[in-house]
């Protein structure tokens, strides 16, 4: 049974994530921003096809005052299948690689389901968050893994596969069910050695639109968890098919959902639009600092 959202006042989050002894500061939200090096995800696909490309979008992340750089080479939209581990960290390692050379002093988040490839990019190139959309599902060596290399781990929910999380999702009780997931994880993760837990409700993996904008209204359920919240919602279609556009015209619903979520307490947002979540974070601590 959750402990209910009076009681989680008085309970103190963490609000710092130790990256190799450099500490990322939660205490107000920060903005993690996008680097698809895919051919086919849903809005970026194909754009940063070379290292120079990557290396000038990490650059426009961290000038439009993105924190952290989220650097990840396989798509997972709805509906389609996957790639091989070799695909992927064909793509994946250069690109991290060009990015710590050009920026050694910048967070950088790696977004894989595979243990493997996060030792491998680890290894090589140093350091990284370990960002999982499955939450451990599809490999079951990657909590050790990431216990091993004593390097901070996104916990994100999904139910199903990218291939088929769509189709019929359902859910006795959205927050109940999620809160579970997570309560299990954090567990398996602590007992494997991981000091830093970020977690993601995921939004769009494996919900409907309805339980997307349920998961939004009771965001603060999560609270509970004492740990680091992140949200991605940026140009999703949760946003998209509501406002009946699509992912080039969701700038500005992304800008209101993203806020909601701030308001229910994600510490970091996940996006492709950085100056404008930066914005809505400046525009929330200023609302925070008067009622102090």
Request: charged share 25%; proline share 4%; aromatic share 8%.
């Amino acid at each position: 049974m959750l402990i209910t959202t009076t009681a989680t006042k008085f309970l103190k989050r963490k609000n710092t994530i130790n990256l190799n002894g450099r500490i990322l500061d939660l205490s107000q939200p920060v903005v993690m921003g996008i680097i698809n090096v895919t051919p086919d995800s849903f809005f970026d696909g194909g754009k940063y096809k070379t290292e120079k490309k990557v290396v000038k979008r990490a650059e426009e992340i961290l000038e439009q005052g993105g924190t952290v750089i989220d650097i990840g080479a396989v798509s997972t939209q709805p509906g389609l299948e996957g790639i091989s581990t070799k695909e992927e960290i064909y793509r994946l390692l250069p690109a991290v690689k060009a990015v710590k050379k050009a920026f050694p002093d910048a967070f950088i988040s790696i977004d894989t389901y595979r243990s493997w490839v996060a030792l491998k990019v680890i290894e090589d190139c140093g350091p990284c968050m370990v960002n999982d959309v499955s939450g451990g599902n599809f490999d079951v060596h990657m909590f050790e893994t990431i216990g091993k290399l004593g390097v901070p781990y996104i916990l994100m929910h999904m139910q199903g596969t990218p291939l088929k999380m769509q189709e019929n999702p359902e859910y006795e009780d959205i927050i109940r069910d999620i809160s579970l997931f997570f309560t299990d994880r954090v567990k398996q993760l602590t007992k494997a050695g991981v000091k830093d837990v970020i977690i993601d409700p995921g939004f769009g993996f494996g919900k409907t639109l309805r339980h997307n904008y349920e998961l939004l209204n009771r965001l603060d359920s999560f609270k509970v968890f004492q740990l680091p919240l992140m949200v991605g919602v940026s140009r999703k279609s949760m946003i998209y098919k509501l406002l009946t556009t699509n992912p080039e015209e969701a700038l500005n619903g992304t800008s209101v959902v993203n806020t909601l979520a701030l308001m229910g307490g994600a510490d970091i947002l996940r996006v492709h639009d950085v100056r404008e979540a930066v914005e809505a974070v400046r525009i929330l601590n200023m609302i925070r600092s008067t009622s102090k």
